[in-house]
């Protein structure tokens, strides 16, 4: 019952933060702190494919700049409405995942992770290749505008927030409802241990596949709402350095719930802060690569787990002292 109450709490101080933001951030400040929280997908994705299945893919960054593109795509050179482009470049980004996890359902998890890292290395270049589709090295500019209905009165960039908003914690939910599901308890069985799975039924290959779309989706919708905050797009933005801290900010968030996606960006975005008052070159990375560093060998399970485990040691000292 306590447990239900702080989480209704806790959604009630989300929604509450999320409509007062727009009334004392500038617009400069509101778009940038929508793009970073848009990022919460990406981080989420990595949480999907990694936390559930197992499955070590270090080239989310891939998959954020294919939602990124297709939304641009399916918006200008298809000439349909954002609203409607946006699901549209979440399906084909998990479309994408489902083909380029292809090599997860032949080779081992660690030998999967460097094919997935070589996607990250080849990505941006590939995507200056094909001008096109992605503008070549100049990138390519949204030119559908996402603008309110006339009888919302809101300016344009705050109706851009909210839609980013509602996107995010719907993606959200549906990713939990996943991971609930009897597809998300079969992930979790083969990657616990896949030839027991398999024994009992789990059919590994759909259940991996559908892993990874998920998880490129999710990524892919992470990309799109950052283009549609801010109408630009370019292949250098999604590089292999993208690709490492989406993978580093889901090991210190947490890998085991979505809470942990959150968290993870948290840091992201604290962390420069941090290395700024360490007073160290490149103090951001350094505080970043320290505290990855510090959880892996501590075996917790990010921010997530020591929260976890500092209540556990909370309730266990209250049972103590009430015998």
Not at 161 to 175: G, N
Not at 273 to 299: H, K, M, N, P, R
Request: net charge positive.
């Amino acid at each position: 019952m306590k447990s239900r109450s702080r989480s209704a709490l806790l959604l009630l101080v989300v929604a509450a933060t999320i409509f007062l933001l727009p009334l004392v951030l500038s617009q400069n400040d509101l778009r940038n702190f929508a793009r970073f929280l848009a990022l919460v997908l990406a981080v989420l994705g990595v949480n999907v494919a990694l936390g559930a299945g197992g499955i070590v893919s270090l080239g989310q960054s891939v998959f954020v700049g294919v939602g990124a593109f297709a939304l641009v795509t399916f918006s200008d050179d298809f000439g349909l409405p954002i609203l409607i482009s946006l699901p549209l470049a979440a399906l084909f980004t998990g479309g994408v995942g489902v083909v380029l996890g292809f090599p997860s359902l032949r080779v081992r998890d660690s030998q999967f992770a460097l094919v997935s890292f070589g996607y990250a290395i080849a990505f941006p270049p590939f995507a200056r290749w094909c001008r096109s589709i992605t503008g070549g090295p100049s990138g390519r500019t949204l030119e559908r505008e996402l603008s309110p209905p006339s009888w919302l009165p809101v300016e344009d960039l705050v109706y851009r927030y909210f839609i980013t908003m509602f996107v995010i914690v719907l993606s959200m939910v549906i990713a939990a409802n996943f991971l609930q599901s009897r597809w998300g308890r079969a992930t979790k069985a083969q990657r616990d241990n896949s030839l027991a799975a398999a024994t009992f039924g789990v059919p590994i290959a759909r259940t991996r596949s559908a892993a990874l779309g998920l998880s490129a989706a999710l990524s892919g919708v992470s990309g799109a709402l950052g283009v549609v905050l801010f109408p630009f797009v370019q292949a250098n933005d999604f590089n292999v350095f993208m690709a490492l801290r989406l993978y580093a900010a889901a090991v210190i968030g947490g890998l085991s719930s979505a809470v942990g996606a959150l968290w993870g960006v948290l840091s992201l975005w604290l962390f420069p802060f941090i290395g700024e008052w360490v007073g160290l070159g490149g103090g951001a990375d350094f505080v970043f690569g320290l505290t990855v560093l510090i959880l892996s060998y501590s075996q917790i399970d990010g921010v997530v787990g020591a929260i976890r485990a500092i209540e556990a040691s909370i309730l266990r000292r209250r049972a103590l002292m009430t015998k």
